[in-house]
Each structure stands twice: as structure tokens, then as C-alpha cells.
């Protein structure tokens, strides 16, 4: 079983910056994609960013330009690199890796609060 823990979250004043951090039990080489989600009170789910394991990378339309995804396959972790905040940030945000034949794994979250 996988594990996927979160960290760097935390109270920021609007365009302020934030780095979060996940941290994965297994190599991060051996997921397809490494892949950042957030969830605001009462809505769904969404993608914010991508990474595959040739670096090729994603990003939801309302985070470009701002937020930035990296890996670092030795220390099996991926990051995600938050500037210019906004309160529309404000969300949980989650960690979640995906490979072939198997469920994706999700982290239990790190809350992020953008203060306007």
C-alpha cells in the first residue's frame, strides 16, 4: 500500500506564496502521473496541476502563470509551488498518484487558506 503525505499548507495573505510538498512511500518513477487536486467548502474535486514521468506537465486554466509542479524522483516527492495567491485558492489540497492496474492513491490533504 502506498502512502501520500502532504505538507506545507497553511495561512497566507492574498499573493502571498506557498509551497506544498508529497511525500511518497514508493518511487514516484513508478507512477504514470503525480498529480495535485483541491476541494473548496461545498465544491467538487479538481484537477490543479500534472506531472508524468517524462516531466511533461498539466495545469488547470485558473492556476497557469502561477502555480508551478515539480519532482524529485530521488527523495520520491512532488511539489507545487503557489504564487501570487488568491482567496479563491483557498481549498484542501490533495496528492494523488496513478499507475497501471491499480487504484490511485490519494493523501489525506493539507488545508491552504488564502486571507484577502
Known amino acids: 500500500q502506498v502512502q501520500l503525505v502532504e505538507s506545507g499548507g497553511g495561512l497566507v495573505e492574498a499573493g502571498g506564496s506557498l509551497r506544498l510538498s508529497c511525500a511518497a512511500s514508493a518511487s514516484i518513477f513508478s507512477f504514470n502521473i503525480m498529480r495535485w487536486y483541491r476541494q473548496a467548502p461545498g465544491k467538487k474535486r479538481e484537477l490543479v496541476a500534472g506531472?508524468?514521468?517524462?516531466?511533461?506537465?498539466i495545469y488547470a486554466d485558473s492556476v497557469k502563470g502561477r502555480f508551478t509542479i515539480s519532482r524529485d524522483n530521488a527523495k520520491n516527492a512532488v511539489y507545487l509551488q503557489m504564487d501570487m495567491l488568491t482567496p479563491e485558492d483557498t481549498a484542501v489540497y490533495y496528492c494523488?498518484?496513478?499507475?497501471?492496474?491499480?487504484?490511485?492513491?490519494w493523501g489525506q490533504g493539507t488545508q491552504v487558506t488564502v486571507s484577502s
Open positions: 506531472i508524468t514521468r517524462d516531466d511533461s506537465t
Open positions: 494523488n498518484a496513478y499507475r497501471d492496474y491499480e487504484s490511485p492513491y
